[in-house]
């Protein structure tokens, strides 16, 4: 399986980007996807998860400014990620899971895509 992270970029305090996650290889339907994001310096961290059904999870810091979603074919996501802060800064990077269920540890993802950068200026 390869995923392939897009959508980042240069965004002003309080806007809004959209990244996308295309995976390649096999289905990932009845898979878990999720983000996580990495600041320098720091370890990465969760950021949302989605199962199959569409159940989803999120940090409790991104909660109700990022959405996380999936495509009907089941083998893209996305996060919509609104008001964004300098704190969000980070590398974004998709992950997927062979299970049913979303987890935020970040061993819990066994696919990972190569990371999109996102930088939100003050």
């Known amino acids: 399986v390869q995923l392939q992270a897009s959508g980042g970029g240069l965004v002003q305090a309080g806007g809004s980007l959209r990244l996308s996650c295309a995976a390649s290889?096999?289905?990932?339907?009845?898979?878990?996807m999720g983000w996580f994001r990495q600041i320098p310096g720091k370890e990465r961290e969760f950021v949302a998860g989605i199962d199959s059904s569409g159940a989803t999870l999120y940090a409790d810091a991104v909660k109700g400014r990022f959405t996380i979603s999936r495509g009907t074919a089941g083998n893209t996501a996305y996060l919509q990620m609104n008001s964004l802060k300098s704190e969000n800064t980070a590398v974004y990077y998709c992950?997927?899971?062979?299970?049913?269920?979303?987890?935020?540890?970040?061993?819990?993802?066994?696919?990972w895509g190569q990371g999109t950068l996102v930088t939100v200026s003050s």
């Open positions: 290889g096999r289905t990932l339907s009845r898979n878990v």
């Open positions: 992950a997927a899971r062979d299970s049913y269920f979303v987890t935020r540890l970040e061993n819990g993802y066994k696919y």
